[in-house]
């Protein structure tokens, strides 16, 4: 059974860097896409940014371009989320998610239904 755990997070003021990892136990575990979302409260779950296996292709929400970078670590079944310049507005439950999906559409990549593999989520908190 493989299980994303968590780590990062925390409380920042606005223009700080945070990192989050996710790191899959288990067993060896290499998912074709690992993505990150984040919940607000009182909002629907956002498609943050995404990363493939390879660690070549990329893909990131609008609001995150240009601060956001996400990074795998295949070796050690591990992705990361480097959250620089952060605003208030990033303030949310972050969570990781995986899938072994291969022949995932683009439009598919930013949807949650597409995760089979989801961490416990960490708390992003950005003071202004």
């Known amino acids: 059974q493989v299980q994303l755990v968590q780590s990062g997070g925390g409380l920042v003021q606005a223009g700080g860097s945070l990192r989050l990892s996710c790191a899959a136990s288990?067993?060896?575990?290499?998912?074709?896409?690992t993505a990150w979302f984040r919940q607000a409260p009182g909002k629907e779950r956002e498609f943050v940014a995404a990363i493939r296996y390879s660690g070549e292709v990329t893909y990131y929400a609008d609001s995150v371009k240009g601060r956001f970078t996400c990074s795998r670590d295949n070796a050690k079944n591990a992705a990361h989320l480097q959250m620089n310049n952060l605003k208030p507005e990033d303030t949310a439950v972050y969570y990781c998610?995986?899938?072994?999906?291969?022949?995932?559409?683009?439009?598919?990549?930013?949807?949650?239904?597409?995760?089979?593999?989801w961490g416990q989520g960490t708390q992003v908190t950005v003071s202004s």
């Open positions: 998610a995986a899938t072994n999906e291969y022949y995932a559409a683009t439009n598919q990549i930013t949807t949650k239904n597409l995760y089979d593999y």
């Open positions: 288990g067993r060896t575990f290499s998912p074709y896409y």
